[in-house]
């Protein structure tokens, strides 16, 4: 009988060898389709497991952390509730994850190689996140968004950022929403909604808006720079000059003579502007634009889907050149026709022109220490490129700081701090009067962007003392 | 060295590996550094010194590795099922003294000449199908996933199927062994062809009908796999006789595949092993597998270490001990295991061919079998080879009557074969 159990082993040899292929194959070869089985929530139950790090601000304000429940998971928490709502962002197994916990998921849960993770295993170390430390300002934050609210409309957005680092000081969005609820049934879909004006959207990053007038100052830079012109040189303002072969009015129909380019940004006189604009042309302006950052995502740290681009959009809502046929030139150069911006892009219009004419790379996170403490990310300012020469940007420095000290923009000077910028007011409804109320600024410490969405006043106005207020807070 | 110092010494890796398992554990729960874990490994070698002291008195020939193979395989389930819950292998290991007597009990009771129990084949026959029935009787019959499995007299629950393969194969190989001449001998003259003699063949038909009707009884694939492959491979070891096989195996396909037709609950079973992911089901009756398929997909190469992984499976300490096995010791893990159990059934095997009679044969042959049918069985389950079915991962899982009935198991064995190699010696 020992030819048939010598054959059996081999069946039983046979039969163990089908159970390991198959089980090669579940395990390793089949694992991903398995794992994108929508069935399979294996992969959210795991990061609840995960202590995700803390974000705090610098003075050590903790705006989210994870708590362990009683099941063994952690569930996010939001003890500054909706005052960092937009820029951090939330993280919930169920809904996911947007803004800065979307953006430095990897850091916050400590992903690491499987080989790292394999070795941290065996000598028994949890997974644990790495500490966030931002850039925002709690402080300026919370007056940023105070004021916002306070706005006839009580929408808007502000953005200020360092001038020569580019640390992102402010980034608020009114309406807000408080993280700490997004998970709840139904919240989401609420927040997400239109007819509530979209609280979920991140208007300062992820809005796109008509600049107006502040738009000028990218005009001025390539007016300057390109040595066509100089803020002394003499230009008509007369009014209902022809633009593109349509007349074009200038604000209350003021009719200006012959005036210096200083006293045409200081009075924001529309005609000059547009007829400098289609003076320079579709392609230098084109050129300036995108030296700015215009036409591509912003460089900062935030998920690339929420960071849509600023620059001039056709019918159908895609982003073409200043160059091309179909651009008003002279309408783009004063921020209108079919320009659309974010606040965050305005900011660093300013933030390049105060800092000498280099444009920076914003950033939100300043370090990120690991759980032994070690310090496993500092922020390094990048220079995104130099838009302009010093020059130029001490020109056109003064210009602006003379529209704060004559001209639109006296609502946002300062006691003791000089500060320079543009108004900017842009119809969005002409008949109704409605404006997107605009002031961008600096002074030698911190640029700004603050944008009152829709309403019946105007950017000297509405959004200036706005800024003036965030400015006081950070310089003062 | 003697077969006794071989097996002393080859129980180290077993404790090394349970003492290493639970140390795993604690550390990786981030617990206080316990020395919990040497404790239990100790108490786990303790009982694997006592066995092995029980053999050196009692069958001081045996088979030297047998047993080191199942206390690997019983410290490596101890230590997933501590994992999965303390409190449960606190109890296993109640099963494993538990088991350890009723294994003294067997090999004292048929130390003197187990073929005693040849004498009993028919009652132990009856016996086995008593208890295969069991769980379908009034009262005492417990339902779980729609089928018959076990029993619960008052606060005793237990699975008969577990013991009833026992008997099954004690009673083929006794039945098997009486008639293997005439089936070999009559059949051949039966027109060349390889049916058996129309005198045996009623016993035999006997045998498929009655997998067919615990198929068709106690509504599961798996325990009637099990019973019939046994009877295939004794039935297959005793004839050589290939042409058996492959008409039973095509009589039990045609059965099995008449009787599904009638029992929706094993046509859910197969609607799911081809289809677990379908919407329709993928929470409710394809729940289980599909969870063990994730389960299985996360472990990758190496697996997410012990305690690592998020238990999601239902029943992931007897049905699907697999699954976690394979997630948290990877397919590397996974391989090991079904290496231990490949080499403990090659040292069946191999007693089976020392062995010096037909009966002593047939047994040990008929338990490796049923022992790698049951292993092939629960894990080609939760691997979709075949549909998955409630059968326990031998030694391994979680649960007093495997365990009781799996150390009986150890114990024939190691009578076959400690009668064997002292024959072997004192015959050369």
Redesign the interface.
């Known amino acids: ?9 081999g069946t ?2 046979l ?2 060898g ?3 292929g ?7 070869f ?3 389709g ?2 994108d ?1 929508t ?4 992969d959210e ?2 990061e609840q ?1 995960i202590k995700r790090g803390t974000i705090k601000t610098a003075d050590g304000t903790v705006i989210a952390r994870s708590r362990k429940r009683d099941d063994e998971t952690y569930r996010r928490q939001y003890p500054q509730g909706e005052l960092f709502g937009h820029p951090i962002g939330y993280a919930f197994a169920s809904i996911g994850s947007s803004g800065l916990e979307a953006f430095y998921d990897d850091r916050l849960v400590g992903r690491r190689t499987e080989l790292v993770t ?1 070795f941290e ?6 997974q644990e996140g790495q500490d966030l430390e931002i850039t925002l300002d709690g402080e300026a934050q919370q007056i940023a968004t105070d004021a916002l609210k306070a706005t006839e409309s009580a929408k808007g957005a502000a953005v200020a950022m360092d001038l020569e680092t580019g640390a992102v000081r402010v980034m608020a969005s009114v309406p807000g929403f408080d993280p700490n609820d997004l998970d709840k049934p139904g919240v989401f879909g609420k927040l997400s909604s239109d007819d509530d004006d979209t609280p979920i959207f991140n208007r300062a990053a992820q809005g796109l808006f008509p600049p107006g007038s502040t738009f000028k100052t990218v005009t001025a830079t390539a007016a300057l720079d390109t040595g066509e012109y100089t803020p002394d040189t003499t230009v008509s303002g007369a009014n209902g000059k022809p633009i593109s072969g349509v007349p074009l009015q200038n604000a209350g129909g003021a009719d200006f003579g012959p005036i210096t380019l200083t006293e045409a940004l200081t009075g924001s006189v529309n005609t000059v502007w547009a007829e400098v604009g289609e003076d320079l042309g579709g392609e230098t302006m084109n050129e300036y634009m995108e030296r700015f950052g215009f036409n591509a995502a912003p460089p900062i740290d935030l998920p690339a889907s929420q960071l849509p681009r600023s620059g001039i959009r056709d019918g159908k809502g895609k982003l073409i050149e200043a160059s091309a046929a179909s651009v008003d030139v002279g309408r783009t150069a004063i921020g209108q026709a079919a320009l659309l911006v974010s606040p965050l892009q305005m900011a660093t219009v300013a933030q390049t022109i105060g800092n000498g004419g280099v444009r920076m790379e914003p950033y939100l996170l300043e370090a990120a220490v690991d759980t032994d403490g070690r310090t496993a990310f500092k922020a390094e300012p990048e220079r995104a490129e130099r838009v302009m020469s010093e020059e130029t940007a001490a020109a056109l420095g003064e210009m602006m700081r003379n529209v704060v000290r004559e001209g639109t923009g006296t609502a946002a000077a300062l006691e003791g701090v000089e500060v320079a910028g543009k108004t900017g007011t842009a119809e969005v409804d002409v008949a109704g009067g409605i404006n997107d109320a605009w002031f961008i600024g600096f002074t030698d410490r911190t640029a700004v962007a603050v944008m009152v969405e829709r309403v019946a006043s105007q950017g000297g106005i509405a959004a200036a003392p706005i800024a003036k207020s965030i400015l006081e807070r950070l310089d003062g | 060295m003697s077969p006794r110092n071989r097996e002393l010494l080859a129980l180290v890796p077993a404790s090394m590996l349970v003492t290493a398992g639970f140390a ?1 554990i604690f ?2 729960r ?1 617990d206080v550094v316990s020395d919990l874990s040497f404790t239990y490994g100790l108490i786990f070698l303790g009982i694997c010194v006592a066995t092995h002291i029980v053999i050196r008195f009692t069958l001081p020939d045996a088979d030297p590795y047998l047993f080191p193979l199942v206390a690997l395989l019983a410290c490596f389930g101890l230590v997933v099922i501590f994992r999965l819950d303390e409190d449960k292998a606190i109890s296993q290991a109640g099963w494993f003294v538990a088991g350890l007597v009723l294994f003294s009990a067997t090999i004292i009771a048929l130390r003197k000449d187990f073929r005693v129990l040849e004498q009993y084949r028919y009652l132990i026959a009856f016996g086995s199908l008593l208890l295969l029935v069991m769980p379908r009787m009034p009262l005492i019959g417990v339902e779980t996933n729609e089928a018959y499995l076990g029993v619960a007299i008052g606060p005793l629950a237990f699975q008969p199927a577990e013991f009833a393969k026992l008997g099954i194969v004690v009673f083929l190989a006794a039945y098997l062994r009486e008639h293997r001449d005439v089936l070999i001998l009559d059949s051949r003259r039966f027109l060349g062809i390889t049916f058996p003699p129309l005198k045996h063949f009623g016993p035999l038909l006997l045998i498929w009908v009655t997998a067919l009707f615990l198929l068709f009884f106690i509504r599961d694939i798996g325990s009637s796999l099990m019973f019939f492959g046994a009877f295939l ?1 004794i039935l ?5 006789r290939v042409g058996f096989v492959v008409v039973g195996m095509a009589a039990f396909a045609a059965g099995a595949f008449v009787v599904a037709q009638g029992v929706p609950h094993i046509q859910n079973r197969v609607d799911v092993w081809l289809d677990p ?1 379908n ?1 329709a089901w ?2 409710d009756k394809g729940f289980q597998v ?1 969870q063990g ?10 697996g ?2 012990f305690g ?1 992984s ?1 238990i ?1 499976t239902p029943l992931p300490d007897t049905d699907l001990i697999y699954a976690v096995i ?1 997630n948290e010791l ?2 590397m893990g ?2 090991g295991l ?1 290496l231990v ?2 080499l403990l ?2 040292r069946g ?1 191999k007693t ?2 020392i062995a010096r009679d ?1 009966f002593s ?2 047994l040990a ?1 008929g338990l490796s ?1 049923v022992l ?1 049918l049951q ?2 069985v629960i ?2 389950g939760v ?3 075949i549909p998955l079915t409630g059968v326990t991962l031998p030694f391994v899982s979680y649960g007093g009557s495997s365990v009781l009935a799996n150390f009986v198991l150890l114990a024939l064995l190691l009578l076959v074969s400690d009668r064997a190699r002292r024959e072997a010696v004192t015959t050369r």
């Open positions: 009988m020992k030819t048939p159990i010598l054959k059996l082993y039983v040899v039969l163990f089908v159970l390991m198959f089980t090669s194959y579940w395990s390793v089949a694992a991903d398995l794992r089985q069935a399979n929530r294996r139950l795991q497991r394999t295993s065996l000598i028994g170390r949890e | 795993a550390i990786g981030a491979a297959y070891v005793a004839t050589n992911f919407p993928v929470e599909a398929m994730f389960a299985q997909a996360d472990g990758g190469l190496f997410t270490g690592g998020i999601l394979v990877g397919l996974a391989c079904i159990y490949l059934v090659a095997l089976a061919m037909s044969t047939l042959a079998a790698a292993v092939f894990i080609g691997t979709r080879v």
